[in-house]
């Protein structure tokens, strides 16, 4: 028995330096010089993160670089899994500012199940034609159009925050909530043509299965008891997911095949199909993202539903709680920086006059710089999306640096624009550092990158800064914003898939009178 047992211990240790030298042995050998925190066997650098709680996790990392960051590179092994933490502009020149990294990383798998192989999560081919058709879709004179949505929605939003103000107590009112409504409602319309009313019906089937969603991507991405998807299947977390993607997929699917059928009694399929390049796509009438899809084309045949379903999913999730996160973050700034939020409502009724009722133009959102300032400003401090990833593919270097195939390369735009070396001064909110007429600071294009950098940057970046600045414009209007709280501490962040904050930002809302 002992000998048996030997045998397969012995056969056990033999197959294990077979798979170390074969595959890690190399991976090691050249990233040995890379820095790394202490590690273990097997495990790597897991146990550092291991029962962490969700704002712990990325201020560990934040750590792990500033002491052990060789060349502003971080080498992190989660067991057999290799990941480079990047934050040297000139690396991230080369992994974003060209196509050589082009693939997600694996983290990224999480979303498929919602979104398919939608433009966020695809690669190669598929995503080049499909980024090349969804172009259109974000000229001037589609986004013009939907400022009348911005503007229905932001004023719901308004008689939402009325109510709160009236009954708001000492400790004021999580703001957050009502913002994410909003963004829902508004990403709904523009993208699908159909409000799901989350503003006036919080309750509704839609409503919670985004909610829900939402959760389990945050949970599937930061807790590794989720990770793996053999345990995960087993969990009452996977029935929810597969509740709510039901949901989300079905009510987008009916609204598809609803106006795929609308455009073929109308006939308007019979007419040449919009080209990718078309300056005057959406100029005759008003369009919804998903008008756009139907009547665009790869390699001269239409877009099945499922193609279709994939881009209007990835749209509503890209543009839902990434808008919500930045306005959030916006509204906390202006209040803990009074002297900023007055010359932010100074602008706003110089451009758009005393009627608070009045609606927003395109053209007087254009003219809002001081508040463009304040956004930006935000988004370097408080980036939507706090850590970006890329996979590699075949084994490169960059800058003197091996990278092995098979690695994770992690970037975050939450750490770039808290280091003092590419922004003086980086915890106090300076939106004048972003005037590039008066600031003396110069900006490196690949330190700020709240929307990402190169060919996969956001493509929907100018459609959320003018929504962005349609609700701000009409909150400030209406109302002056106090923080509850203590202003000379910052929040604690979470920096999962989106930004948060481990407790509700609380504020108090005051009516403006002029």
Same mark, same amino acid.
């Given at each position: 028995?002992?000998?048996?047992?030997?045998?397969?211990?012995?056969?056990?240790?033999?197959?294990?330096?077979?798979?170390?030298?074969?595959?890690? +042995?190399?991976?090691?050998?050249?990233?040995?010089?890379?820095?790394?925190? !202490?590690?273990?066997?097997?495990?790597?650098?897991?146990?550092?993160?291991?029962? +962490?709680?969700?704002?712990?996790?990325?201020?560990?990392?934040?750590?792990?670089?500033?002491? $052990?960051?060789?060349?502003?590179?971080? @080498?992190?092994?989660?067991?057999?899994?290799?990941?480079?933490?990047?934050?040297?502009?000139?690396?991230?020149?080369?992994?974003?500012?060209?196509?050589?990294?082009?693939?997600?990383?694996?983290?990224?798998?999480?979303?498929?199940?919602?979104?398919?192989?939608?433009?966020?999560? =695809?690669?190669?081919?598929?995503?080049?034609?499909?980024?090349? #058709?969804?172009?259109?879709?974000?000229?001037?004179?589609?986004?013009?159009?939907?400022?009348?949505?911005?503007?229905?929605?932001?004023?719901?939003?308004?008689?939402?925050?009325?109510?709160?103000?009236?009954?708001?107590?000492?400790?004021?009112?999580?703001?957050?909530?009502?913002?994410?409504?909003?963004?829902?409602?508004?990403?709904?319309?523009?993208?699908?043509?159909? =409000?799901?009313?989350?503003?006036?019906?919080?309750?509704?089937? $839609?409503?919670?299965?985004?909610?829900?969603? =939402?959760?389990?991507?945050?949970?599937?991405?930061?807790?590794?008891?989720?990770?793996?998807?053999?345990? $995960?299947?087993?969990?009452?977390?996977?029935?929810?997911?597969?509740?709510?993607?039901?949901? /989300?997929?079905?009510?987008?699917? +009916?609204?598809?095949?609803?106006?795929?059928?609308?455009?073929?009694?109308?006939?308007?399929?019979?007419?040449? &199909?919009?080209?990718?390049?078309?300056?005057?796509?959406?100029?005759?009438?008003?369009?919804?993202?998903?008008?756009?899809?139907?009547?665009?084309?790869?390699?001269?045949?239409? /877009?099945?539903?499922?193609?279709?379903?994939?881009?209007?999913?990835?749209?509503?999730?890209?543009?839902?709680?990434?808008?919500?996160?930045?306005?959030?973050?916006?509204?906390?700034?202006?209040?803990?920086?009074?002297?900023?939020?007055?010359?932010?409502?100074?602008?706003?009724?110089?451009?758009?006059? @005393?009627?608070?009722?009045? !609606?927003?133009?395109?053209?007087?959102?254009?003219?809002?710089?001081?508040?463009?300032?304040?956004?930006?400003?935000?988004?370097?401090?408080? %980036?939507?999306?706090?850590?970006?990833?890329? +996979?590699?593919?075949?084994?490169?270097?960059?800058?003197?640096?091996? #990278?092995?195939?098979?690695?994770?390369?992690?970037?975050? %735009?939450?750490?770039?624009?808290?280091?003092?070396?590419?922004?003086?001064?980086?915890?106090?909110?300076?939106?004048?550092?972003?005037?590039?007429?008066?600031?003396?600071?110069?900006?490196?294009? $690949?330190?700020?990158? &709240?929307?990402?950098?190169? &060919?996969?940057?956001?493509?929907?970046?100018?459609?959320?800064?003018?929504?962005?600045?349609?609700?701000?414009?009409?909150?400030?209007?209406?109302?002056?914003?106090?923080?509850?709280?203590?202003?000379?501490?910052? %929040?604690?962040?979470?920096?999962?898939?989106?930004?948060?904050?481990?407790? &509700?930002?609380?504020?108090?809302?005051?009516?403006?009178?002029?």
């Amino acid at each position: 028995m002992f000998l048996v047992l030997g045998l397969i211990l012995g056969s056990a240790i033999f197959v294990g330096l077979l798979i170390y030298q074969l595959k890690f +042995k190399h991976l090691i050998e050249v990233t040995r010089d890379l820095g790394s925190p !202490p590690s273990l066997p097997l495990v790597g650098h897991a146990h550092h993160f291991i029962g +962490k709680a969700p704002h712990e996790l990325m201020q560990t990392i934040f750590n792990f670089l500033e002491k $052990y960051g060789k060349d502003m590179t971080l @080498k992190i092994w989660l067991g057999p899994e290799l990941n480079l933490l990047m934050s040297n502009p000139e690396d991230l020149k080369i992994i974003l500012g060209t196509l050589l990294f082009n693939d997600k990383a694996g983290e990224y798998k999480a979303l498929e199940p919602w979104l398919k192989e939608g433009l966020l999560v =695809s690669g190669g081919r598929k995503w080049h034609n499909r980024r090349k #058709i969804i172009t259109p879709a974000f000229h001037f004179k589609i986004l013009e159009q939907y400022i009348n949505i911005f503007q229905q929605q932001s004023v719901l939003l308004l008689s939402n925050l009325e109510k709160e103000r009236r009954q708001q107590g000492q400790t004021g009112f999580n703001l957050y909530d009502w913002i994410n409504l909003c963004t829902m409602d508004t990403i709904c319309e523009t993208a699908m043509g159909v =409000s799901v009313n989350a503003q006036t019906n919080v309750d509704s089937e $839609y409503v919670q299965a985004v909610k829900t969603i =939402s959760m389990v991507l945050h949970k599937r991405m930061f807790n590794i008891f989720y990770r793996f998807d053999l345990t $995960y299947m087993l969990t009452p977390l996977a029935r929810a997911e597969k509740r709510a993607l039901n949901v /989300l997929h079905n009510f987008t699917e +009916k609204i598809i095949v609803q106006r795929r059928e609308e455009l073929l009694r109308a006939g308007q399929q019979d007419t040449e &199909p919009q080209s990718a390049g078309d300056a005057d796509v959406g100029a005759k009438r008003k369009m919804a993202f998903l008008d756009i899809l139907l009547q665009s084309t790869i390699d001269d045949k239409p /877009l099945t539903n499922m193609d279709i379903r994939e881009e209007v999913d990835t749209f509503m999730f890209e543009g839902h709680d990434t808008t919500s996160s930045a306005i959030m973050f916006f509204f906390y700034n202006i209040a803990t920086y009074p002297d900023c939020q007055r010359k932010c409502l100074d602008e706003i009724i110089s451009v758009m006059g @005393k009627d608070k009722e009045s !609606p927003v133009t395109y053209n007087m959102l254009n003219k809002l710089s001081y508040v463009d300032l304040c956004i930006k400003e935000t988004l370097r401090m408080y %980036p939507s999306v706090p850590l970006l990833g890329r +996979k590699v593919l075949k084994e490169c270097e960059i800058n003197g640096k091996i #990278i092995p195939a098979g690695s994770n390369i992690g970037i975050s %735009p939450l750490y770039l624009g808290r280091r003092e070396d590419l922004f003086s001064d980086p915890n106090t909110f300076k939106p004048e550092r972003f005037d590039v007429v008066t600031s003396a600071e110069k900006q490196n294009p $690949y330190a700020y990158i &709240p929307f990402s950098a190169g &060919p996969r940057n956001c493509i929907g970046q100018k459609f959320a800064i003018l929504e962005i600045k349609a609700v701000v414009a009409n909150v400030l209007r209406h109302y002056e914003i106090e923080f509850v709280g203590n202003a000379a501490e910052p %929040p604690v962040l979470i920096a999962e898939l989106i930004l948060r904050t481990k407790d &509700p930002l609380m504020f108090k809302l005051k009516e403006r009178v002029y």
